[in-house]
């Protein structure tokens, strides 16, 4: 019964929905930023393109099926513990991990700052805190001062991956990132916009919910609070969030690396955190499809 609880699904085979799904979606979205979206709004230049069915239907593929296949087979995602063991990659990207956040807290408080020192600069007729919070510098800050928290959990991460030690007792800062990801959508929801119109906004709001719901089920995991029978959640989620996080990313680095940087929507730059979001997801996924293989090989052993 054991054998049949952990052999149920290879979790490797869930990566193939992704990889798929990052082939066909990066390069229509570049095509996308170069043709049919107004740089100035961020809209739709041509709402019947014949592009904006497919990369939606490539990315509903991306996210539903390993989100269907992880919930069918929950009782076959699993590991064993693997405490004491160093991880230098997965160290390394905990740590860049922490730099991106740190670039977008840098880059929220200097918003906020600006939205701020504008109250006080000009007439206002409301309140200092009704502005900041109408104005959306509110959610701002409070998404920097998290984005630092969170970089201090992921430091904190790095070091016991590097050390072998058991990152379980982070379990107040193992939390912060679900903070951070939601004071990161409350801004976006607070522009008074049509949200399916503005494409990057809509992408943009996929990938922080999905980010929200990974950090969630990793931080129990992480922590040890009732995290068994949770780690389904980590495939289910975190696969369409790296995937969402690249579509954010990449293509706007290709359209500026190209010369075409203008083509950009002015509130939806390019955010470094998006792609250190990415790697952390995906490398925490691998390792556990790792140590998941090593379950199975063992128990073959022992049956033998």
């Known amino acids: 019964m054991n054998n049949q609880k952990y052999e149920t699904v290879n979790p490797f085979i869930l990566f193939i929905f992704f990889i798929v799904s990052v082939i066909i979606a990066l390069p229509l979205r570049v095509f996308q930023l170069m043709t049919n979206i107004q740089p100035d709004t961020g809209f739709w230049v041509n709402a019947a393109h014949f592009s904006i069915p497919i990369l939606y239907a490539v990315l509903a593929l991306g996210t539903v099926l390993p989100i269907l296949v992880s919930l069918l087979h929950k009782n076959g995602l699993g590991k064993t513990e693997d405490q004491g063991e160093k991880k230098v990659v997965g160290g390394v990207i905990s740590f860049l991990t922490a730099g991106g956040l740190a670039v977008n807290a840098i880059t929220r408080y200097s918003a906020f700052s600006d ?41 904190m991460l790095a070091i016991a991956l590097l050390t072998g030690k058991d990152p379980s007792e982070y379990k107040l800062l193992a939390i912060m990132p679900v903070f951070w990801t939601i004071f990161r959508i409350m801004h976006r929801f607070m522009r008074k916009i049509s949200f399916l119109n503005v494409s990057e906004l809509f992408l943009e709001l996929l990938m922080i ?77 691998v390792d556990r499809s790792k140590v998941f293989r090593q379950a199975v090989r063992s128990k073959k052993e022992d049956a033998e």
């Open 209 to 285: 919910v999905f980010l929200m719901m990974f950090f969630m089920a990793y931080a129990q995991v992480t922590a040890k609070v009732n995290a068994q029978g949770l780690e389904w959640k980590l495939f289910a989620y975190g696969l369409p969030a790296a995937l969402f996080c690249l579509v954010c990313f990449v293509p706007r680095l290709v359209v500026t690396i190209l010369g075409h940087g203008e083509r950009i929507a002015a509130d939806s730059s390019i955010e470094v955190v998006d792609l250190t979001m990415a790697a952390f997801v995906l490398y925490a996924l």
């Open 115 to 155: 939205l701020y020192f504008a109250y006080s600069t000009t007439a206002q007729s409301t309140t200092l805190m009704s502005y900041l919070s109408k104005s959306g510098a509110t959610a701002m800050g409070l998404e920097a001062f998290f984005a630092v928290v969170s970089a201090i959990f992921f430091i």
